[in-house]
C-alpha cells in the first residue's frame, strides 16, 4: 500500500510574462521542500505553469489529502478573495475527499510586516541598486 503524504503547501502567486519574476518563488519553494516532508508546488493564477487547477489536481492524484493554499499577494483583493475562492470552490467539489484549507495573505502576517519595516529601516546599502541619484 503506497503511503500517504503529508500534509502539502503550495505556494500560490499571480504570475509574470517575465520568466525571471519567478526566481525568488522558486528560492522560496526550494528552502521549504528542504524543511517540509510533504509535497510543496509553485502554483501561478496566470501567465506562468502550472496553474493552480493543475497543482491541485496533481497533489490530489499523489493521494494528498491535505493541501495547505498560501496566497503569495499582498492584500485580500480580487485574487484573493473572488479567484482563489473559486478555483478551491471547484476543486473541493470535485475532489470532496481532499481538504484545501487557504491561508491568508501576506500582508495579515505580522511576522511579514515585521520583516518587510526591519528591511526598509535596513541600512543603505540594502538599497544602493535602486538609488536613482547615483550614476552607474
Known amino acids: 500500500m503506497k503511503p500517504v503524504p503529508d500534509t502539502a503547501i503550495v505556494l ?12 525568488p518563488l522558486e528560492a ?7 524543511q517540509h516532508s510533504g509535497p510543496c508546488r509553485l502554483a501561478f493564477l496566470e501567465l506562468m ?10 497533489l490530489a492524484a499523489l493521494g494528498c489529502q491535505h493541501i495547505r493554499v498560501m496566497p503569495l499577494f499582498w492584500a485580500a483583493g480580487k485574487h484573493v478573495n ?16 481532499v481538504r484545501v ?13 515585521d520583516a518587510i519595516a526591519s528591511w526598509a529601516l535596513g541600512s543603505d546599502t540594502n538599497h544602493a541598486q535602486f538609488d536613482i541619484n547615483k550614476s552607474p
Do not use: C, K, Y
Open 82 to 97: 473572488r479567484d482563489l475562492v473559486d478555483i478551491v470552490t471547484a476543486f473541493a467539489q470535485s475532489q470532496p475527499e
Open 28 to 34: 522560496i519553494l526550494a528552502r521549504l521542500q528542504s
Open 101 to 113: 484549507e487557504m491561508a491568508p495573505p501576506l500582508g495579515d502576517n505580522a511576522l511579514i510586516r
Open 12 to 23: 500560490f502567486a499571480h504570475g509574470s510574462r517575465d520568466p525571471g519574476w519567478r526566481l
Open 49 to 58: 505553469q502550472p496553474s493552480l487547477e493543475d497543482t491541485l489536481a496533481d
